[in-house]
């Protein structure tokens, strides 16, 4: 299973993937979501094997 | 996995051009928000800009795209404090610390200082006030900050995506009045120019570009709930630019084109006068912000 953090800071865990199939797996919307493993920006259709951590961050501003 | 259609390193951001790694999308969105300044003459040399800085996402990428620009005019980051009981505080720190590593004059104004009240004060008994009060009043904040240290013109972190909400947010209202207000209007001499120089930048590219720099720090969100329909068409544009990418632009250049075509309505400038109470430019008796104070003081 692939670790996720998403936006609001949870941890969930989902099958390996691409990053977009991933995004849309959880619900989001992939124009509106960004995500980084190891603080390095991923592509939609990079695949994020098992080991990966993947951090989801929302690109919707705060205030 | 992609790589940069210029360099070959690993891609990070795929552009209308192709894939870019992290050095290239950077340069790639520094020389979009050039172009947007020039396209719009936004800054004169040896302006002093002031710089709408909430130390969220859009405004640190704001300030730091423009230090990077190494454009010929002066910079000092104006952070407004609304007095937000358990959100402004962390975020005001990161905003010191922001400015620090970037090198800018920052300087704080609060809520508390042009009206007295926090903003939780003002709202204590109309909550569902709370953007429409607290963006008028930080907008005067932020006039009194910028005449206070005699800059040409405001800066602030509005992007593509807020621009195309707003044209498309008008035509869900109805509001002709604001659906032909001219897009970087300046409303007369009295006010301070206003510029955005993100107005070409998609969020997403804006917060890549946040991430790619290191420039962002989780923040809590603001506690008090958005204006829904903006949140309805955010949505709805996102999926749109999703599927059909190249969206948000032509939303906002379908708009330039529009307004362009239409004949310039000599009633539309207003002679304005100044607020009774506090003296800000305005064509009523007072002011936005002082008739909203008024309401809730
Ligand atoms: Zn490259
Ligand atoms: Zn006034």
């Given at each position: 299973?692939?670790k996720?953090?998403?936006?609001?800071?949870?941890?969930?865990?989902?099958?390996a993937?691409?990053?977009?199939?991933?995004?849309?797996?959880?619900?989001?919307?992939?124009?509106?979501?960004?995500?980084?493993?190891?603080?390095?920006?991923?592509?939609?259709?990079?695949?994020?094997?098992?080991?990966?951590?993947?951090?989801?961050?929302?690109?919707?501003?705060?205030? | 996995?992609?790589d940069?259609?210029?360099?070959?390193?690993?891609?990070?951001?795929r552009?209308?051009?192709?894939?870019?790694?992290?050095?290239?999308?950077?340069k790639?969105?520094?020389?979009?928000?050039?172009?947007?300044?020039s396209?719009?003459?936004m800054?004169?040399?040896?302006?002093?800009?002031c710089v709408?800085?909430?130390?969220?996402?859009?405004?640190?990428?704001?300030?730091?795209?423009?230090?990077?620009?190494n454009l010929?005019?002066?910079?000092?980051?104006?952070?407004?404090?609304?007095?937000?009981?358990g959100?402004?505080?962390?975020?005001i720190?990161?905003?010191?610390?922001?400015?620090?590593?970037l090198g800018?004059?920052?300087?704080?104004v609060?809520?508390?200082?042009?009206?007295g009240?926090?903003?939780?004060?003002?709202?204590?008994?109309?909550?569902?006030a709370?953007?429409?009060?607290?963006?008028?009043?930080?907008?005067?904040?932020?006039?009194?900050?910028?005449?206070?240290?005699?800059?040409?013109?405001?800066?602030?972190?509005?992007?593509?995506d807020?621009?195309?909400?707003?044209?498309?947010m008008?035509?869900?209202?109805?509001d002709?009045?604001?659906?032909?207000?001219?897009?970087?209007?300046?409303?007369?001499?009295?006010?301070?120019?206003?510029?955005?120089?993100?107005?070409r930048?998609t969020?997403?590219?804006?917060?890549?570009?946040?991430?790619?720099n290191?420039?962002?720090?989780?923040?809590?969100?603001?506690?008090?709930?958005?204006?829904?329909?903006?949140?309805?068409?955010?949505?709805?544009?996102?999926?749109l630019?999703?599927?059909?990418?190249?969206?948000?632009?032509?939303?906002?250049?379908g708009?330039e084109?529009l307004?362009?075509?239409?004949?310039k309505?000599?009633?539309?400038?207003?002679?304005?006068?100044?607020?009774?109470k506090?003296?800000e430019?305005t064509?009523n008796?007072?002011c936005?912000?002082?008739?909203?104070?008024?309401?809730?003081?």
């Amino acid at each position: 299973m692939t670790k996720v953090i998403l936006p609001e800071g949870n941890v969930t865990e989902t099958e390996a993937g691409t990053v977009e199939e991933i995004i849309f797996r959880l619900g989001f919307n992939p124009y509106e979501v960004l995500a980084t493993a190891d603080g390095c920006l991923l592509l939609g259709d990079e695949f994020c094997s098992d080991d990966v951590e993947l951090r989801l961050t929302s690109i919707v501003h705060g205030g | 996995m992609a790589d940069c259609y210029l360099c070959g390193k690993r891609a990070v951001f795929r552009t209308e051009d192709g894939p870019l790694c992290a050095e290239h999308f950077s340069k790639w969105y520094e020389n979009g928000v050039a172009n947007a300044i020039s396209r719009y003459s936004m800054v004169n040399p040896g302006d002093r800009i002031c710089v709408g800085f909430s130390g969220g996402k859009d405004s640190t990428v704001l300030l730091a795209a423009l230090c990077r620009l190494n454009l010929d005019c002066e910079l000092v980051a104006v952070t407004v404090d609304e007095g937000i009981g358990g959100y402004r505080d962390d975020t005001i720190l990161a905003a010191k610390d922001t400015a620090l590593r970037l090198g800018v004059e920052h300087r704080i104004v609060s809520f508390k200082d042009i009206c007295g009240k926090t903003l939780d004060e003002l709202l204590a008994n109309s909550p569902q006030a709370a953007c429409s009060v607290c963006g008028t009043l930080r907008r005067r904040a932020l006039n009194a900050a910028a005449r206070e240290i005699d800059a040409d013109s405001i800066a602030t972190g509005h992007c593509l995506d807020d621009e195309s909400q707003s044209v498309v947010m008008n035509y869900l209202r109805g509001d002709v009045t604001r659906a032909t207000a001219s897009f970087n209007s300046n409303s007369g001499d009295l006010f301070i120019r206003r510029i955005k120089p993100l107005c070409r930048s998609t969020e997403r590219a804006t917060v890549a570009y946040g991430l790619c720099n290191n420039l962002l720090v989780p923040l809590p969100e603001c506690p008090y709930t958005r204006y829904a329909l903006r949140k309805d068409v955010r949505t709805w544009l996102g999926k749109l630019e999703y599927e059909k990418p190249g969206t948000l632009i032509r939303i906002a250049d379908g708009q330039e084109e529009l307004l362009s075509k239409m004949p310039k309505a000599e009633g539309e400038k207003k002679i304005l006068g100044r607020c009774e109470k506090c003296g800000e430019p305005t064509s009523n008796k007072l002011c936005a912000a002082c008739q909203q104070l008024e309401r809730l003081m």
